[in-house]
């Protein structure tokens, strides 16, 4: 927790976001069922520039992930980001 903590708190525009501060953002979780996103690396996602993967919860553990980090089939991903983009990564999501 401490190492995800710090993570955010470099980028004052991440701390904001984790700390409500910003009225047009949400945190949104989404569960990976699309076959076309199994096996694909976060950095191939192609997600909004306003979006943040917060973490991705696999085999009942939460990973703090990468760009490398690789989605696979049942993955719970959080995500924060504005109302409008995160409409845009369901879309994504649900294939």
């Not at 976001?17 to 949400?26: N, V």
């Not at 976060?42 to 696999?58: A, E, H, K, M, Y």
């Not at 049942?74 to 294939?95: D, H, P, Q, W």
């Amino acid at each position: 927790m401490v190492n995800l903590l710090d993570h955010f708190v470099r980028p004052p525009s991440a701390t904001a976001l984790l700390m409500g501060m910003e009225r047009e953002q949400d945190v949104i979780e989404f569960v990976v069922d699309n076959p076309d996103l199994d096996g694909l690396a976060l950095r191939d996602l192609s997600l909004p520039v306003d979006t943040l993967v917060l973490s991705i919860f696999r085999d009942r553990a939460s990973l703090i992930c990468h760009g490398y980090t690789r989605l696979e089939s049942g993955n719970r991903v959080t995500i924060v980001g504005s109302k409008a983009s995160l409409e845009e990564v369901r879309l994504k999501f649900a294939g």
